[in-house]
């Protein structure tokens, strides 16, 4: 076997090990990196799997679980069955294991460069002038007033939508033009968000998301944002902005959930703006009844959320549910449990110390970003 096939393989795990303690230990390379060098990917890379009218990377995910599960049954059987196994068969399991370790070579290389070297820039409210000051600290009276004013948008918008019989919202017009425009509208006052962006895809087994309460994925290895087709509509603006805003360098779900929020807030389109308020104001709720410690008079003397905000706030209606349902192979309990597991492992082991507990830190950049509009 020639040397170069075993070695230049190992040159790319260890280039990625090396690249990952580069950006742990110096914020300045990151921070160019992904101010410089990340775009390139989207703008190229980006651009050919943006072709596809599925999601490239949901499928390759697909066939990655495939290979692995080729890999360890033929490891199996050459371990157990090895003196009655032809020697074509063997010399086939060795052909495919190194291409296997190619595979995972160049995989520990695009998640370094599309994801894990993301995660060490230095975050968005020291990179650009978000409003307020970076530093500042807010208390009951600034999460009341930012609470209040969400609350109250939220309100004034649920009426105004066409509803089918069941009361859930119609829409018309394509979301995912919309949301590439709103993210280059805002590309106008956030240098990183300017540039190329593909549409949003579907993921093509949504229920199998659905049973994970996953309302969009990025996937580093084809440059894509894609969506939960089976969520409910009000989901889907702010979801798709989230996603689009990866592809950008904004790898932290508390920086993209701004992000879509911001998208979508100023825009035009109704559903757009009440998908932005509907996806903070669980957040800022929580965080307000905690700033009140929980007193129950303080709380009814601000404006209550809506009977039919509440029930906009949804994942998932109750027929798409059981249609997930239906065709689950593994209970939602133990797919719920182990996406869990994962993604808080996977964000731990990236420096975000409260792991998924991160998605909620929005409520500090919605304070900085209202700092001197509403307080």
């Known amino acids: 076997m020639k040397k170069w096939k075993l070695w230049v ?21 990151s921070n160019f990196y992904v101010n410089h060098i990340f775009p390139v990917w989207v703008e190229t890379y980006g651009r050919l799997t943006g072709l596809f009218p599925f999601s490239v990377g949901e499928w390759m995910l697909y066939l990655a679980v495939l290979l692995t599960f080729i890999l360890a049954a033929g490891g199996i059987a050459y371990m157990i069955m090895r003196r009655r196994l032809p020697e074509s068969w063997k010399r086939g399991y060795r052909k495919y294991a190194l291409f296997f370790y190619w595979v995972f070579g160049i995989v520990c290389m695009v998640m370094t460069l599309n994801c894990f070297l993301l995660y060490q820039a230095s975050p968005m409210n020291e990179r650009f002038e978000i409003g307020g000051d970076p530093e500042a600290e807010y208390g ?14 939220a309100n004034e918008l ?10 859930y919202l119609l829409h018309q017009g394509n979301m995912e033009e919309e949301a590439v425009r709103q993210m280059q509208r805002l590309g106008e006052r956030f240098e990183n968000l300017q540039g190329y962006y593909p549409y949003p895809k579907k993921l093509f087994l949504s229920g199998f998301y659905s049973q994970q309460y996953i309302m969009g994925y990025y996937f580093p290895f084809s440059m894509e944002a894609n969506y939960n087709k089976q969520m409910y509509i009000t989901n889907m603006p702010v979801t798709m902005c989230h996603e689009l805003s990866h592809l950008k360098g904004f790898i932290l779900e508390d920086e993209a959930n701004f992000i879509g929020y911001l998208a979508c807030v100023d825009a035009e389109d109704p559903l757009f703006r009440y998908s932005a308020y509907l996806s903070v104001i669980g957040y800022l709720d929580r965080d307000f009844i905690r700033a009140i410690g929980e007193d129950a008079e303080i709380y009814m003397e601000h404006p209550q959320i809506s009977r039919q905000v509440a029930d906009d706030k949804m994942f998932l209606t109750d027929e798409a549910w059981e249609q997930v349902e239906e065709k689950a192979v593994l209970s939602t309990e133990t797919v719920k449990q182990a996406a869990d597991t994962f993604l808080d492992t996977t964000l731990t082991l990236n420096g975000v110390a409260d792991g998924t507990v991160s998605y909620s830190r929005v409520v500090q950049l919605l304070l900085q970003y209202y700092d001197g509009t509403l307080y």
């Open 9 to 29: 393989p190992a040159v790319m795990i260890m280039l990625s090990v090396l690249l990952n303690i580069a950006g742990r230990v110096w914020k300045g390379f």
């Open 140 to 153: 009951a009276r600034e999460i009341a007033a930012l609470r209040d004013y969400v609350v109250v948008k």
């Open 158 to 167: 649920a009426p105004v939508f066409e509803r089918n019989e069941q009361g």
